[in-house]
């Protein structure tokens, strides 16, 4: 909400204050995604660029495997409408599923 | 997850504009029935981006017989639309999923009713007519 209403800082501060264990790293992951999503939207690329990477930390940390793929899905999505095809398809091949 | 991925991305470059860079992106796709699905949805952006030309290439790469109906349909619809009645019924022709073929049908018979290019009796007498007055 806080990031589709323009408020992306106040949303990675939000972001920040989910408890750190893996199983809240996969909603860190999509949230950032999002996060992500809301700043290509507000003009800011290079804050785009970085949530993404974020995520994409986030997402590959994950020990389950269709909580990696969920994300990693999400953040190629995100990237491919940021323009960035090379760096969407980077995260693809990241993706364990074949389908 | 990989190839419906795939497939998404590749609809995001056609909607882009970058048709070469969907059809590269579909290549990569393994599954066959994923890589037609992807196939269908380029051919329909191109279609509706009004690349008719476009839209029939891509059609003919596509394996599956009712993804590929999917997507004549859809340029069938755009030909007719944009007047083109001849050229939309050779594109229906091509389908052979007789669901999309019958619906594709209807389409270019009521334009070609509306257009007066196309009597009741005109019907061609191996298909069977799609039309009742309801539909005009």
Redesign the interface.
């Known amino acids: 909400m806080q990031a589709e209403s323009g408020d992306t800082a106040g949303a990675l501060r939000t972001v920040a204050l989910i408890e750190k264990n893996k199983e809240d790293d996969y909603v860190r992951s999509m949230v950032q995604a999002s996060i992500a999503q809301a700043q290509m939207k507000g003009g800011d690329a290079n804050g785009a660029q970085k949530s993404l990477a974020s995520a994409r930390k986030l997402a590959t940390s994950l020990p389950d495997m269709d909580r990696r ?2 994300a ?2 999400q953040i ?2 995100v990237q ?2 940021t ?1 960035d ?1 090379a760096g ?2 980077a995260v ?2 990241q ?5 | 997850m990989k190839g419906e991925t795939q497939r998404d991305i590749a609809e995001a470059q056609a909607k882009n504009g970058d048709a070469t860079g969907a059809l590269k992106t579909t290549d990569m796709i393994i599954d066959n029935d994923m890589k037609s699905v992807a196939l269908s949805r380029i051919a329909v952006v191109q279609a509706k981006g009004g690349n008719v030309t476009g839209a029939l290439q891509i059609a003919d790469l596509i394996q599956s017989q009712d993804r590929r109906g999917a997507a004549l349909q859809t340029i069938a619809k755009r030909q007719t639309q944009n007047g083109n009645l001849d050229g939309a019924q050779n594109t229906v022709d091509l389908i052979l999923d007789v669901r999309y073929q019958k619906e594709a049908q209807q389409v270019v018979d009521v334009a070609r009713l509306k257009a007066g290019t196309l009597l009741l009796s005109g019907f061609k007498d191996w298909r069977t007519p799609t039309l009742t007055t309801k539909d005009l």
Not at chain 1, 95 to 99: C, F, K, L
């Open positions: 793929d969920a990693l899905r190629a999505l491919v409408q323009g095809v969407s398809l693809v091949e993706i364990d599923s074949v389908y």
